[in-house]
Structure formats: C-alpha cells, structure tokens
T-cell receptor, first 112, second 115 residues
Framework: GQQLNQSPQSMFIQEGEDVSMNCTSSSIFNTWLWYKQDPGEGPVLLIALYKAGELTSNGRLTAQFGITRKDSFLNISASIPSDVGIYFCAGQLSRGNTPLVFGKGTRLSVIA | KAGVTQTPRYLIKTRGQQVTLSCSPISGHRSVSWYQQTPGQGLQFLFEYFSETQRNKGNFPGRFSGRQFSNSRSEMNVSTLELGDSALYLC??????????????FGEGSRLTVL
C-alpha cells in the first residue's frame, strides 16, 4: 500500500522553541492534512491543505502543501506544554472514494 | 453538538473469542471509517461505510468485518481474536466521506487487549 514517511519519529524540545516536522511520499497527493492526538484521545484535525504550494496557518501552527505534491510540513512556533502529543500527517491520493493514508506520527514532548 | 461516541472504551478478551465494537457518528454524518492504531504501525485503515454500504476496505483479513445501520451507527466485529489484534480501534465520521475533503472527526477509541 501507499506509504507516508513522517519525520522525526519523536522529539523533545524546550518550551518556547519552534518545532518542524514533515511528511514525504513517492506518490502525488491531492490533499494533505495534519492531525494531533492527545494522550487517551482520538486524533483531531489541525490543518487541511488542498492545493500545491498552499500555506495555511492555525494560530501558532503553519502547514504547507509541497509544490511537488509529494510532501508537506508542519511548523509549531513558540511551543507550550499543551502541544504535547502525537502529530499525524495524512494524505489523499485522489478525490473520490479514496481513503486517507496516515503517517506513523511524530511524538512531541515539551519540557517546561 | 455531540462528538463521535465509541463503546466500550476498554475491553479484555482471550484468543479465539470474538468482539463487537460500536460507533455513533456525529449527527448528520453519513460516513463512518474504522482504523486500527498500534505503536508500531500507526493508523491502519480498516473500512469505510457510507449510507449502509461499504465504500472502501483496507488490507485486513476477513476476520475483521463491519456494518452500518440506517441511523448511521456502525459496528465492527473481529472474530477468532489473535494476540496481534490488541490495539486501539478508532472510529471516525464525516459528512460526505473521506474521499470528499479528508476531514475526519475521531472518537476516543476502544482499546482492545487480547490475552
């Protein structure tokens, strides 16, 4: 099946630092999404990207749909303790009845 | 607006048993998708139902099955449980299905432990 390579797998950062994570694939995706999963919860959608080159912000979060359509990145600025969790990228190969493909996640730990 | 509700939240079964998990989607959402989440494999797609019809199926054995009712509630069943089936099973709903916008609303999951 299709694979999304998400990196890094985990990261430990100091509160206030900026964070960057990315997702790459050998396939072209029409949609990229970023979800966050808090401990004991289901994933929650953070940002959805629908066009190559699109740059979208949601508060301290910024995500971009790569121009090649094979990658996406997520940045978090000025991290705070509640940013702790697992961040998943997800891609959709084509519109229509195509299920999302998820990356394996980036586990973020914030040290106060 | 109530979110996606999954029951039970936790359950323990033994090998060879079968289990049924339930999911109530957000009101008005017609699509329900199921995912298996394990530490090593991340989120693996099981199947998606839309208006009582299976729309997509992932690469899981036939022991994994599901259905959707006319009120959009969905159940998934795993028969002849194996140790490797231990996982968090997540249900996600959407208005028109994954293929439309990809925006899914997840429940908190049902954590299954197989002994």
């Amino acid at each position: 099946g299709q694979q999304l390579n998400q990196s890094p797998q985990s990261m430990f950062i100091q509160e206030g630092e900026d964070v960057s994570m990315n997702c790459t694939s050998s396939s072209i995706f029409n949609t990229w999404l970023w979800y966050k999963q808090d401990p004991g919860e289901g994933p929650v959608l953070l940002i959805a990207l629908y066009k190559a080159g699109e740059l979208t912000s949601n508060g301290r979060l910024t995500a971009q749909f790569g121009i090649t359509r094979k990658d996406s990145f997520l940045n978090i600025s000025a991290s705070i303790p509640s940013d702790v969790g697992i961040y998943f990228c997800a891609g959709q190969l084509s519109r229509g009845n195509t299920p999302l493909v998820f990356g394996k996640g980036t586990r973020l730990s914030v040290i106060a | 607006k109530a979110g996606v509700t999954q029951t039970p939240r936790y359950l323990i079964k033994t090998r060879g048993q079968q289990v049924t998990l339930s999911c109530s989607p957000i009101s008005g959402h017609r699509s329900v998708s199921w995912y298996q989440q394990t530490p090593g494999q991340g989120l693996q797609f099981l199947f998606e139902y839309f208006s009582e019809t299976q729309r997509n199926k992932g690469n899981f054995p036939g022991r994994f099955s599901g259905r959707q009712f006319s009120n959009s509630r969905s159940e998934m069943n795993v028969s002849t449980l194996e140790l490797g089936d231990s996982a968090l099973y997540l249900c996600a709903s959407s208005v028109l299905g994954q293929g439309n916008t990809g925006e899914l609303f997840f429940g908190e999951g049902s954590r299954l432990t197989v002994l």
